[in-house]
């Protein structure tokens, strides 16, 4: 089994482990928060659009009206299509901000 990476959700302060073939929206899930919006799941509909502050990953094909040439080359990517590399910060931009902030303590949205 692949070593699994520590991920940080700075809005929330929360952690979680997250393996190299599991997509970061899918980490996210296992939380256990009710209510994260997922959408498409296949980088389409941007509802999972989060901004990687620190650490490595793969980012796969989203769609272009989710996530800009320019969003990408600043790291904001849809967690749906992201994949950790090594241990990864982040913070959540998209319609997920609520959702993760519900019951913790969270920074500025």
Avoid: W
């Amino acid at each position: 089994m692949a070593e699994k990476h520590l991920v940080h959700i700075e809005n929330s302060g929360e952690d979680y482990l997250c393996a190299p073939d599991q997509n970061l929206l899918r980490g996210m899930e296992v939380l256990g928060r009710r209510g994260i919006p997922v959408g498409c799941r296949g980088g389409g509909c941007g509802v999972c659009k989060v901004h990687i502050t620190a650490g490595e990953y793969e980012a796969r094909k989203m769609s272009k009206s989710c996530v800009s040439d320019e969003e990408l080359a600043q790291g904001i990517v849809l967690a749906c299509r992201a994949f950790p590399r090594g241990e990864v910060s982040l913070t959540v931009v998209g319609k997920m901000v609520k959702t993760v902030c519900a019951g913790a303590p969270c920074g500025s949205d």
